[in-house]
């Protein structure tokens, strides 16, 4: 899935393990990563009765239609749960497996966020470099952009002008990440840098071109040398899914019912997409991944710290805040709704619980869900991989200690 173009090597002196360094709390103000479950104890967790009112829920939404795609469950560095509804390729009957491969979307963003961070430790990139030392072409609006407000999406760059269809029809034009923030140099910034908050996809294309021209490696070799490799994360790829392994579905209103409910989306090619949308995984490697990043598996302290600190907007570097069920979360998301697919990863770090959804259909089910974000909460249209991680969370969240009885 990778292309190999080693010519950088981390050195991974000074990783240990930070579990328990971390002692920082949520506030409605500025929310980091909060305790750890490592100060506290817990009961065990029942798996089998866990796993039988998983495997009810997930039933449930298929037998209604309302999910298609996989799920994992980790608590404390385990795999506690894995599930699959639905057909990865309705043409070919083709069901969704536990070890089916989805598109990240979005949430590759952490993943180049630990890539910046990783250089950063080893001296090869400063977060206060500005983005011109890496973009020759970039307008003179953009001189006193750095690294670390490319991270933190407080840039001011603004993507596209285009919604939708329109975007993705746009971006199948493309050839390279770069296209995207090429485009993005040619709109006026949002806010004057560090002023602001505006999420940003061709800010994070910008911090893909860094981590190229830094390790000296493509984007692709770099995660899977220094991340992938480091973390035994052998689902974890980079590049293109093809249509015979998975197949994207929409709700198109031009189609009459019922055959609209399963039209195929037009996938964007991942190729293209760079550090904000290029990777793929199962949902199991996904699942692991907050507990290697906040365990020190992979970053240093500081690092993390920074990681996991709310730089403005609920967004540290590559990871969103909130709260939900008065419960301090650390999640993203990723969704193309031209395409068909949908990701969200949670994680509960008082009990190093993380939960990943990945879904080959994007239809809003008629439902909402609510976030506590800041000061107040967020209502928005709930598609099948949301309400699939809800009711997973509750499932879990039985008790207020987080144990299955």
């Given at each position: 899935?990778?292309?190999?173009?080693?010519?950088?090597?981390?050195?991974?002196?000074?990783?240990?393990?930070?579990?328990?360094?971390?002692?920082?709390?949520?506030?409605?103000?500025?929310?980091?990563?909060g305790l750890f479950a490592c100060?506290?104890?817990?009961?065990?967790?029942?798996?089998?009765?866990?796993?039988?009112?998983?495997d009810t829920v997930l039933a449930?939404?298929?037998?209604?239609?309302?999910?298609?795609?996989?799920?994992?469950?980790?608590?404390?560095?385990?795999?506690?749960?894995?599930?699959?509804?639905?057909?990865?390729?309705?043409?070919?009957?083709?069901?969704?497996?536990?070890?089916?491969?989805?598109?990240?979307?979005s949430i590759t963003k952490s993943?180049?966020?630990?890539?910046?961070?990783?250089?950063?430790?080893?001296?090869?990139?400063?977060?206060?470099?500005?983005?011109?030392?890496?973009?020759?072409?970039?307008?003179?609006?953009?001189?006193?952009?750095?690294?670390?407000?490319?991270?933190?999406?407080?840039?001011?760059?603004?993507?596209?002008?285009?919604?939708?269809?329109?975007?993705?029809?746009?971006?199948?034009?493309?050839?390279?990440?770069?296209?995207?923030?090429?485009?993005?140099?040619?709109?006026?910034?949002?806010?004057?840098?560090?002023?602001?908050?505006?999420?940003?996809?061709?800010?994070?294309?910008?911090?893909?071109?860094?981590?190229?021209?830094?390790?000296?490696?493509?984007?692709?070799?770099?995660?899977?040398?220094?991340?992938?490799?480091?973390?035994?994360?052998?689902?974890?790829?980079?590049?293109?899914?093809?249509?015979?392994?998975?197949?994207?579905?929409?709700?198109?209103?031009?189609?009459?019912?019922?055959?609209?409910?399963?039209?195929?989306?037009?996938?964007?090619?991942?190729?293209?997409?760079?550090?904000?949308?290029?990777?793929?995984?199962?949902?199991?490697?996904?699942?692991?991944?907050?507990?290697?990043?906040?365990?020190?598996?992979?970053?240093?302290?500081?690092?993390?710290?920074?990681?996991?600190?709310?730089?403005?907007?609920?967004?540290?570097?590559?990871?969103?805040?909130?709260?939900?069920?008065?419960?301090?979360?650390?999640?993203?998301?990723?969704?193309?709704?031209?395409?068909?697919?949908?990701?969200?990863?949670?994680?509960?770090?008082?009990?190093?619980?993380?939960?990943?959804?990945?879904?080959?259909?994007?239809?809003?089910?008629?439902?909402?869900?609510?976030?506590?974000?800041?000061?107040?909460?967020?209502?928005?249209?709930?598609?099948?991989?949301?309400?699939?991680?809800?009711?997973?969370?509750?499932?879990?969240?039985?008790?207020?200690?987080?144990?299955?009885?």
């Amino acid at each position: 899935m990778f292309a190999a173009m080693p010519t950088y090597k981390r050195n991974s002196n000074g990783i240990s393990n930070v579990y328990c360094l971390l002692n920082m709390t949520w506030s409605a103000a500025l929310m980091v990563l909060g305790l750890f479950a490592c100060n506290k104890s817990y009961e065990p967790l029942n798996e089998d009765a866990f796993a039988k009112i998983a495997d009810t829920v997930l039933a449930d939404l298929e037998d209604r239609d309302l999910f298609s795609g996989v799920v994992a469950v980790s608590l404390r560095g385990n795999i506690v749960y894995m599930g699959a509804a639905g057909y990865a390729d309705r043409r070919s009957n083709a069901l969704n497996a536990v070890e089916t491969v989805y598109p990240l979307l979005s949430i590759t963003k952490s993943f180049t966020a630990s890539a910046i961070l990783l250089l950063a430790e080893d001296g090869l990139v400063s977060l206060s470099d500005p983005v011109s030392t890496f973009y020759p072409g970039a307008p003179a609006s953009w001189s006193d952009i750095t690294i670390g407000h490319l991270l933190s999406h407080r840039a001011g760059i603004q993507d596209c002008d285009c919604t939708g269809s329109e975007y993705a029809l746009k971006a199948q034009k493309f050839d390279t990440y770069m296209d995207y923030v090429d485009l993005a140099a040619k709109e006026p910034l949002a806010f004057l840098p560090g002023e602001g908050f505006r999420y940003s996809n061709a800010g994070y294309g910008l911090l893909t071109l860094v981590v190229e021209q830094a390790s000296e490696m493509s984007y692709c070799s770099f995660i899977r040398q220094n991340i992938a490799s480091v973390l035994t994360m052998n689902g974890l790829g980079c590049g293109l899914i093809t249509d015979n392994e998975i197949q994207g579905y929409v709700n198109d209103p031009t189609v009459d019912a019922p055959a609209r409910r399963w039209t195929e989306g037009k996938n964007t090619p991942l190729e293209v997409l760079g550090g904000f949308g290029r990777l793929q995984s199962t949902a199991y490697e996904l699942a692991l991944w907050p507990h290697f990043l906040a365990t020190g598996n992979l970053l240093t302290t500081p690092s993390i710290k920074d990681m996991f600190t709310d730089h403005g907007g609920a967004y540290g570097f590559g990871w969103r805040f909130a709260e939900k069920d008065d419960r301090g979360l650390i999640w993203h998301s990723g969704n193309d709704p031209s395409a068909g697919f949908a990701s969200i990863v949670e994680y509960y770090p008082e009990y190093d619980l993380a939960i990943a959804v990945l879904s080959n259909d994007t239809r809003t089910i008629g439902e909402t869900a609510t976030l506590r974000i800041g000061d107040s909460d967020r209502t928005f249209p709930a598609n099948g991989a949301r309400k699939v991680i809800n009711e997973i969370s509750r499932a879990f969240f039985l008790n207020h200690n987080g144990s299955i009885r």
